[in-house]
């Protein structure tokens, strides 16, 4: 069974720094593509930013610059350093796994919340100003 723990949220001023954490567990798979996602109460689920197997990234424009996606594969453990927080980046943050044949499929096919099956329980980020 999959297994997604999320850690490292709390409470900082704008201009900030936080890490993230996601540790995965409880599977096999030939690649992975891996996501973190943000969601406001009542608000839809947004994409921050992936990876996946083969190493590639990619981060959405508000968040470009300021926030990084790396893995510790020893450890099965994502990380999203956040940097020069903002308070529009208060959310309830989560990663997601999709669990897929290569990793070539990522950038085009699992970039929705709709495309991931696997989902931690979410960790709280508040930016004040």
């Known amino acids: 069974q999959v297994h997604l723990v999320e850690s490292g949220g709390g409470s900082v001023q704008a201009g900030g720094s936080l890490r993230l954490s996601c540790e995965h567990s409880g599977y096999r798979a030939d690649a992975t593509c891996m996501g973190w996602f943000r969601q406001l109460p009542g608000q839809d689920r947004e994409a921050v930013g992936f990876t996946d197997t083969n190493g590639i990234t990619s981060y959405s424009n508000s968040v470009k610059g300021r926030f990084t996606i790396s893995a510790d594969n020893a450890k099965n453990t994502l990380y999203l350093q956040m940097n020069n927080l903002k308070p529009e980046d208060t959310a309830t943050y989560y990663c997601?796994?999709?669990?897929?044949?290569?990793?070539?499929?990522?950038?085009?096919?699992?970039?929705?919340?709709?495309?991931?099956?696997?989902w931690g329980q979410g960790t709280q980020v508040t930016v004040s100003s």
């Open positions: 997601a796994i999709a669990l897929v044949p290569a990793a070539k499929y990522c950038p085009g096919q699992y970039r929705r919340p709709a495309d991931y099956t696997h």
